[in-house]
């Protein structure tokens, strides 16, 4: 079946169920018969509706709809694999801006103007956009949207944050600066907390519940 893009405007009928009554009379009796017909969804493509109407046709292509089936392990896994990878590249991507923002608010000369200088500073200080607490913070905040509020994924989330940091440590060749060691510690913090408050909840709910 072709895969097409629906317009919701065309959609031809949702389901329904006609009933027709027919009175045949024989022998001076009566007699009624009636039959049922049902009419399915379905949807016309936009594409069809408009090469109908342009040319005068009387007939358009329909479109049926088919509800998805289930995913599957493997794709539920891959699926995961993949959200995790793009979480990591994410991370490692912050971090890097966090190093060239350390960078420019330690140096000034013809690349850097005292005004920009200024500004990394604001930017790695303590509420500013660069500073650990704020990148930690925005990670948690994606770790926990990641998770839909599954605590059990938090392990995988750790493992990512991990292989992120690795990732740009590799590319910044060595060590990161202090600011990243940080920004790293209240994550893992930000972790520890969840998982301690993930489960004082489930205490709480088991207890009201025995």
């Not at 060749?173 to 060691?181: K, S, V, W």
Request: glycine letters at 6%; aromatic letters at 6%.
């Amino acid at each position: 079946m072709n895969i097409m893009n629906v317009n919701a405007s065309v959609y031809a009928s949702s389901t329904v169920v006609q009933k027709n009554t027919t009175t045949v009379k024989e022998n001076d009796k009566q007699t009624t018969q009636s039959s049922t017909q049902i009419k399915q969804d379905t949807f016309v493509s936009s594409a069809s509706a408009t090469i109908a109407k342009d040319s005068g046709a009387n007939k358009s292509e329909e479109v049926t709809y088919e509800k998805p089936n289930k995913l599957s392990a493997e794709q539920l896994k891959a699926m995961s694999d993949q959200r995790m990878a793009s979480f990591k590249n994410m991370i490692q991507s912050m971090l890097g801006k966090q190093v060239t923002t350390l960078n420019k608010s330690l140096f000034e000369g013809i690349t850097i103007s005292p005004a920009e200088k200024q500004a990394a500073i604001d930017a790695i200080s303590p509420g500013g956009a660069w500073s650990p607490e704020t990148v930690a913070g925005n990670i948690l905040n994606m770790a926990k949207a990641l998770s839909g509020g599954d605590v059990s994924k938090l392990e995988l989330l750790k493992e990512a944050v991990i292989k992120g940091f690795a990732a740009a440590e590799e590319e910044w060749g060595g060590d990161l600066p202090g600011i990243t060691d940080e920004t790293y510690d209240l994550i893992m913090k930000g972790f520890d907390e969840w998982e301690a408050e993930a489960n004082q909840t489930q205490e709480s709910q088991e207890a009201v519940t025995e």
